[in-house]
């Protein structure tokens, strides 16, 4: 499903290059769940935004579905963001002018679905988190672990083949950390790809295999279940 | 998405600056928009006329002899002028001419008053400038002696079923006019007003009847309407063939050398905004001013939300958003606020419509004409989409991985761009108030080489030539007068023209204002004194001689050769004949500064009993009664005037001005046009305030994390605010650099319509440019230090 091949990105500044990602190679296939970890500034945000077409790579070849995601246009990448892509992030990023509801009910909009199939589809969801209550708070007045079952329930609402999660427990108690973390697995039980960037072992271990990036390179990518080289 | 809906919520959130937005915007919209009504306004007189782009106003082009350099041009040309153009010169369709009588009080027969305007018009009137009929047939009346059509605000007054009706002006008793018409009344913006029209043919009961002269009584308006694609200099040599055949115009050239006399089609659209070129100059570029200070606080402020909000655009994004989608949320969101700015504008041209259309001289909706509203439309619906655009477009455009990386402006160069347009704006139009103001004060305060102190007067219009000597034998017993003098016409209305003749009466020398009659009271009382010679009196002049200004004995002595000087010289001049020159006296202003005549002037002697007798004599004679009160006179001395007036009025219909008054009011166009500069001036500051106080307070906020961390490091905060205010003061200098050059040339170019000008003194910039300097380190400094003078630690953890 994802195909990256020999992926740089780098910074240029006036007189020098940092290189953020270098001749990242990765084959990621559909119903898998990653985990992405690596000290801070190891590159995984950036790497998990080229994966998610947030962001362009230097240089280096992206193939997304067997299609060339470094050729696409903006306009067909936005396809993509509809399509088949959702997000999940540590500080949430929920529309805070938006209501709960209307929140979840973005993705769909931006889809073109039309009103009562939407208000169908986010009445399911909303029902699935347990969320029917809230659905007309606005974020600030949500604790930070219904604000990630918001991001969750947004992310996912149109159904994307992959999901892509920055640290979304980041900013969560362990127990409402466990419970995102419980939420995402069984996404991907029920045939979600999953990707994403983790700073916890235990978290890791929810997932199917772990990439561990170092200064931009990729020291080590193993089935969870495979004894770490690197890991300390 | 339903936009709107979101866009209106946003409204009541905190930190929008949502209220601030609306209210610079609505300011800024409200006057803006008010000024560029009032230019475009002045470009609408008379586009109410069908075909009003083929309607010309014949001038007259005129210069004497070759010692004259200046061809002057006036809107008049003498009665023969229109029909003749209309019957020799191929191109001009239709011809008219009309005259004023002037503006009379007249009365039905019931007795009752009213007052108008009076013109005669001849019968094509109606064909050439037309007005709809309420009742009657125009082009009938026109052609029966006596007749008269009232408009439609007239026959209101005196109520219904005026046709048939009988009336008479108060200057011409005994001529009878019967009403035989309504007409739809004149909208305001028209130059040429009358309420009352009355056949041409009738002139000669009124008054000498030139209506058919080729040369001299050249007292009437004449628009002709030209062919479909004429160009009206393309007429020039039938226009002279024209001239050669009737006037003899090759031969009057040839006995007058260097003679000119041409005539020339203006359009009538640009009679009017020709005349205020230097009032449109001025207001369009206040009006400007304001709406660009006010669009670029907004844009400043919005772009200041807008950053705030970057993630959400990239959230948006994540969500499937196209950049479209982003620019139509940004764009309602616009929308609803500029909706809002526009009522709120729209409250206040309402809240400030007695006071506007006091200052203005006209009212509001008078305004609401094509020639105004299209273009206003125009602008606002341009400056929507600038402002709705903008934002949108520099939104849209955030990426969106910048955007998740604190996205937070690094620079704020641009905001100081934006608000050095404001500083611009601000120092040009606070310059060019303070200049326009001096100016004013200056024109208005300054001598007029006369005296108008404690000086009254009323009109013997309407009275009975038998009981004049009574009222001022009244008036003189009046404890209060000091004393009563009696003259045809005011320095302050200006004077009409004669010519002076050379020795050998073969050459007019030169054009007087001339102010016909006084005697030795009126003079007084004006402080008209001579210099030379002696002053009229009944022993020292007889009736008819005359005085003469200093610069009218000087072109005397020029053209004469008259070393020795003028006094006991004998002149002739046109319809006075030739009389002996008793003295000379200074010039003073004749009109008003703002539009002096500078022609020499005349009086000519004439004692009192003689205006008496010219009184008794021609009951339509009038003249002025001029009351000069002790300088202990209360204010109720007017009233008493009015009273011993009316006494000899048959309706009581005395009207009793101030001299001091009458001359303040020659600058009202002055006066309205400087309030209308401090309102513009009020509306710049208060948003150069507002925008100055979003500023300081975004940067601060902006740089809160920054600031403590400086802070911490033992930097005090008097240091950092003296940064802060060093970059926005050396923005500043620039910018008010160019709003001092830009005022400098605008009042410079206005100044070109005053005789007298104020001098444009270097302390007046340096003032204006200390006074915004204050205002922005003031301003800034509140808000700055409000919003960042907090514990540094705080300032941290909220981060
Ligand atoms: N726009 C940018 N300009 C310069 N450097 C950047 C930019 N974005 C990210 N970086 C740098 O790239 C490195 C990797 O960042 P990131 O992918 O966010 O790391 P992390 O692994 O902590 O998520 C960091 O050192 C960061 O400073
Ligand atoms: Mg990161």
């Given at each position: 499903m994802i195909s990256l091949k020999d992926i740089d990105r780098y910074y240029q500044s006036r007189f020098q290059r940092t290189f953020v990602l270098k001749g990242v190679d990765m084959e990621i296939k559909s119903g898998e769940f990653v985990s992405?970890?690596?000290?801070?500034?190891?590159?995984?945000?950036?790497?998990?935004?080229?994966?998610?077409?947030?962001?362009?790579?230097?240089?280096?070849?992206?193939?997304?579905?067997?299609?060339p995601v470094h050729k696409l246009k903006d306009k067909q990448k936005t396809e993509y963001h509809r399509n088949h892509i959702g997000f999940i992030f540590q500080a949430y990023h929920l529309i805070e002018n938006l209501t709960v509801y209307e929140n979840i009910e973005t993705p769909l909009v931006y889809k073109g679905i039309k009103s009562k199939e939407r208000k169908a589809m986010v009445a399911d969801i909303l029902d699935r988190f347990n969320m029917v209550a809230k659905k007309?708070?606005?974020?600030?007045?949500?604790?930070?672990?219904?604000?990630?079952?918001?991001?969750?329930?947004?992310?996912?609402?149109?159904?994307?083949?992959?999901?892509?999660?920055?640290?979304?427990?980041?900013?969560?108690?362990?127990?409402?950390?466990?419970?995102?973390?419980?939420?995402?697995?069984?996404?991907?039980?029920?045939?979600?790809?999953?990707?994403?960037?983790?700073?916890?072992?235990?978290n890791a271990q929810y997932g199917t295999r772990i990439v561990r990036l170092v200064d931009g390179l990729v020291r080590e990518d193993i089935p969870t279940n495979a004894k770490s080289l690197v890991a300390e | 998405m339903n936009y709107i809906k979101i866009a209106t919520r946003r409204l009541f959130k905190k930190g929008e600056h949502s209220a601030t937005r609306i209210i610079s915007l609505a300011a800024g919209l409200a006057f803006g928009i008010l000024l560029l009504a009032e230019v475009l306004y002045y470009h609408s007189f008379d586009s109410f006329y069908p075909d009003a782009d083929r309607l010309f106003v014949v001038h007259e082009n005129f210069k004497m002899d070759k010692s004259s350099d200046k061809l002057s041009s006036y809107a008049s040309t003498s009665g023969a002028i229109g029909p003749g153009l209309k019957a020799e010169v191929p191109g001009v369709e239709m011809a008219t001419r009309i005259t004023h009588m002037g503006t009379s009080v007249f009365y039905t027969e019931d007795q009752k008053k009213y007052k108008a305007q009076f013109i005669l018009a001849d019968e094509f009137f109606f064909d050439v400038m037309p007005r709809s009929m309420v009742e009657g047939n125009a082009k009938e009346i026109l052609k029966s002696p006596m007749n008269c059509m009232i408009s439609t605000k007239i026959a209101s007054e005196i109520g219904g079923g005026v046709v048939g009706k009988v009336i008479e002006l108060k200057e011409y008793p005994g001529k009878k006019l019967t009403i035989a018409g309504v007409f739809e009344e004149l909208p305001e913006n028209t130059n040429y007003e009358y309420d009352v029209v009355v056949p041409l043919i009738s002139i000669g009961k009124f008054m000498w009847d030139g209506s058919d002269n080729w040369l001299g009584n050249d007292r009437y308006y004449t628009c002709v309407k030209l062919g479909k694609g004429i160009k009206p200099e393309s007429l020039a040599p039938a226009v002279r063939k024209m001239q050669e055949k009737h006037q003899d115009i090759v031969k009057l050239e040839e006995k007058h050398g260097g003679m000119v006399l041409k005539y020339t089609f203006k359009p009538i659209l640009k009679m009017h905004?020709?005349?205020?070129?230097?009032?449109i100059l001025i207001l369009s570029s206040i009006a400007i001013a304001v709406l660009i200070v006010s669009l670029m606080n907004y844009i400043l402020l919005t772009l200041s939300v807008l950053i705030s909000r970057a993630k959400s655009s990239a959230v948006h994004k994540?969500?499937?958003?196209?950049?479209?989608?982003?620019?139509?949320?940004?764009?309602?969101?616009?929308?609803?606020?500029?909706?809002?700015?526009?009522?709120?504008?729209?409250?206040?041209?309402?809240?400030?419509?007695?006071?506007?259309?006091?200052?203005?001289?006209?009212?509001?909706?008078?305004?609401?004409?094509?020639?105004?509203?299209?273009?206003?439309?125009?602008?606002?619906?341009?400056?929507?989409?600038l402002i709705s655009y903008l934002p949108?477009?520099?939104?849209?455009?955030?990426?969106?991985?910048?955007?998740?990386?604190?996205?937070?402006?690094?620079?704020?160069?641009?905001?100081?761009?934006?608000?050095?347009?404001?500083?611009?704006?601000?120092?040009?139009?606070?310059?060019?108030?303070?200049?326009?103001?001096?100016?004013?004060?200056n024109l208005k305060n300054s001598p007029h080489g006369y005296n108008t102190e404690g000086v009254y007067f009323g009109s013997t219009s309407g009275m009975s030539g038998s009981k004049i000597g009574t009222v001022l034998h009244q008036l003189r017993s009046m404890p209060e007068v000091e004393k009563v003098g009696l003259g045809a016409c005011l320095p302050i209305y200006g004077a009409s023209g004669n010519n002076v003749l050379s020795p050998d009466k073969e050459k007019e020398l030169f054009n007087v204002a001339d102010f016909y009659s006084a005697d030795e009271n009126y003079l007084s009382i004006l402080g008209v004194s001579v210099q030379r010679g002696?002053?009229?009196?009944?022993?020292?002049?007889?009736?008819?001689?005359?005085?003469?200004?200093?610069?009218?004995?000087?072109?005397?002595?020029?053209?004469?050769?008259?070393?020795?000087?003028?006094?006991?010289?004998?002149?002739t001049i046109t319809e006075h004949g030739n009389t002996t020159i008793r003295g000379v006296y200074s010039d003073f202003i004749v009109g008003s500064k703002a539009n002096p005549d500078?022609?020499?002037?005349?009086?000519?002697?004439?004692?009192?009993a003689a205006f008496i007798k010219a009184a008794q004599k021609n009951s339509a004679y009038s003249f002025k009664i001029m009351v000069k009160v002790h300088s202990t006179a209360q204010t109720g001395v007017m009233k008493k005037i009015e009273k011993v007036f009316n006494s000899a009025l048959p309706y009581n219909d005395a009207v009793i001005k101030s001299l001091s008054l009458e001359q303040g009011k020659r600058y009202t166009k002055q006066r309205g046009f400087r309030n209308a500069m401090v309102a513009g001036n009020i509306v710049i500051l208060l948003i150069t305030i507002i925008g100055l106080l979003g500023y300081a307070t975004n940067e601060a906020i902006r740089r809160k994390k920054e600031l403590a961390i400086r802070q911490i490091n033992g930097a005090k905060f008097s240091d950092i605010l003296r940064i802060f205010l060093m970059d926005l003061e050396l923005v500043a200098i620039p910018a008010i650099i160019v709003g001092l050059v830009g005022a400098w040339f605008t009042v410079d170019k206005w100044m070109e319509n005053f005789a007298s000008k104020i001098p444009l003194h270097w302390g007046i910039f340096l003032g204006c440019s200390l006074f915004i300097l204050v205002l922005v380190a003031v301003a800034s400094t509140i808000n700055f230090t409000r919003n960042a003078n907090q514990n540094p630690?705080?300032?941290?953890?909220?981060?």
């Open positions: 992405i970890m690596g000290p801070s500034g190891a590159g995984k945000s950036t790497l998990l935004n080229i994966i998610g077409m947030l962001d362009d790579p230097s240089a280096g070849e992206y193939y997304f579905m067997d299609n007309d708070l606005f974020p600030d007045q949500l604790s930070g672990g219904q604000q990630q079952l918001v991001g969750i329930a947004r992310a996912v609402i149109a159904n994307p083949t992959l999901l892509l999660a920055d640290e979304p427990t980041g900013n969560l108690h362990s127990e409402q950390g466990e419970m995102i973390m419980e939420l995402l697995q069984e996404l991907n039980k029920e045939g979600m790809t999953i990707i994403q960037v983790t700073h916890s072992e235990k | 905004s020709d005349n205020l070129q230097d009032i994540t969500c499937g958003a196209q950049p479209r989608n982003i620019q139509q949320m940004i764009f309602s969101e616009t929308a609803v606020l500029f909706a809002l700015s526009l009522v709120g504008a729209l409250l206040i041209v309402l809240a400030v419509k007695p006071l506007a259309e006091n200052e203005l001289g006209h009212s509001l909706g008078a305004v609401l004409n094509p020639i105004v509203i299209i273009p206003i439309v125009g602008i606002v619906i341009f400056i929507m989409a949108a477009r520099f939104f849209s455009k955030i990426p969106v991985v910048s955007a998740f990386r604190q996205y937070k402006q690094k620079k704020n160069k641009w905001k100081l761009a934006l608000l050095s347009f404001q500083f611009a704006g601000a120092a040009f139009i606070l310059t060019t108030l303070v200049i326009v103001t001096l100016q004013y004060d002696e002053m009229f009196s009944e022993k020292a002049a007889v009736r008819g001689d005359v005085i003469i200004s200093q610069k009218g004995a000087e072109m005397l002595k020029i053209n004469n050769g008259w070393t020795e000087g003028v006094v006991g010289k004998d002149v500078s022609r020499p002037s005349v009086f000519f002697y004439r004692p009192e630690v705080d300032a941290l953890r909220t981060e």
